[in-house]
């Protein structure tokens, strides 16, 4: 019975070491997937860039040295693959217009906007457990529905809405914190502090909403089942009988979830840093856009991406290390 | 109280809508002409919500820039819908390691957000109300693929789909009479969701100068006006978001109503 023991050793064979595997592989084409992405929409920028540097009046030998320089005139491939290979070793290319190495600039920016998402996501996180859960218990009363229309209209509020409703109140009319502008960690912690509230704020608001509504729905899911209905039986309270068996199972689909909104953060990040000017990777980006910064736009969204995709394939890892059944199903 | 959400979502949409008509054939003001005489009067009789800082009535701009926001919300869930939907069917139909490789390669397109998407193409084309519907429409496919499939997978689970295979039916005719009638409500929902993250995202595009370009209103081109006059006049910055929120709140009270009304299992657990 060949058969039999082909789907035998497949099953052992496929541990979590082979499911890690097929992860990892699956993130690494989809990285060059999106590389080949950006460039080619990169390189399908309409009109000369060596034009646009130089003006109207440059004259045809200098716009073909300009070009040469910049490496415009060689073949898409090789331009690609020089891209490629350099940004494996840490080298995203010179800026068409600074000059200065495009990974420096966005080292110097990434802090920014690294703090802007950290933050957003813990003041998002500590907020919805606890209101989702109680929304969850109380479903059937008064206090949950509240919380549930209160989530409903977070959702529906533009975050840079939030942002200049937040400088209005705070920075405006209270005058308790600064409008915008950033100071470094290492110049100035409590300035620093103060900057970053208002922006982490407006950014934690939306996020709180969408995350509210994804731990309710996942604990009512796990209230209705038949091991909480025991462990009540049992004499365990509501929130007890949560609290020991409950969570875990409810974690993992609040894990998907905050996977994926790590990485609206991310782009929510940029947004919010034009609100308060923060010299984060958003900006960076679009003035990029603004001034046809090649090298910088392709590096910038490259990085971007990147930290999309690292957060989506450790959000499915870590269903292996949360999920015994995943851990050991076949597929 | 199902319904509720429902009739109120229905409700918020149809004021969008509405002001939207109204606009083509009435506003109360040009909604792009200057006027210095006229700038940043508060609300008045005359002007219901003040005038901006070249003198334009708000109300006629909140008015007019309903049309953008349903126009890119129409094209960018429509180039998704079209997309996305065929490619879920024809995945969740063929099933192999064919549509394995497609839903993978969908999958890729979540990594691209929609407003990363739309710099992107904003930085190659120049920015335009077109970059930003397509942007939007692209960066929505895999979630309209990934509905289309499970449903797809589901239905071709059903009995009557396999007494429809025993009888020598087709694909296409599978597709066709059992497939699309069942996944339909689904991609409504999903459209009606689609929509509010669309509007979303173009109120986002339009506030970085990444969409529609001035003189056309659009509420994030509002809102980043407003945000000069922060200190004198704040109430600028009041009238666009709240036109954001309620559009999008509309539509996604529209689709989870929607999503009550389809599925018997929720309505049940509800009672």
Redesign the interface.
Known sequence: MPNLRRGATRLRIRGPAVTVAIRVA?FL??LV??SV??FV??A???GDIAQVILGQNATSESLAALRHSLGLDRPLLSRYLDWVGGMLTGDFGTSFFTRLPVADQIATRLAVTGWLVFFGMAVALLVAVPVGMIAAVRRRRLSGAVISGLS??G???????AG??A??IFA?KLRWLP?NGYVPLREDPMQWAAHLVLPVLSLAVVQASVLTRYVRSAIVDVLEEDYIRTARAAGWTRLGALWRHGLRNASISVVTVLG?QL??L??GA??IE??FALPGLGQL??D??AQ?D?MV?QGT?MV??FA??VV?TAVDLSYVALDPRIRTARR | MRRVTLLAGVALVSVVVLLALVSFVWTPYDPVRVDPSARLLGPSAAHWLGTDGFGIDIASRIMVAAQTCLLVGVIAVGIAALVGVPIGIGSGLLGGWFSEVVMRVTDVLYAFPALLLAILLAAAFGASTWTAMIAIGIATIPAFARVARAGTVQVMASDYVLAARSCGTGRAAIAGRHILPNVAPVVGVQASVAFGIAILAEAALSYLGLATPPPTPTWGRMLRDAQTYLFTEPSLALWPGLAIAVAVLGFNLLGDGLRDLLDPKLREQAR
């Open positions: 699956i084409l989809s997937l999106a992405l950006i929409v990169c399908a920028l309409p409903q209209i959702l529906a509020v533009p975050a840079f809405w200049i409703l400088v209005f405006v409008a994926l990485a609206t991310f782009v940029i947004v034009s609100v980006l679009l990029a856009v046809r090649l736009v969204v971007l991406v999309v995709l989506n």
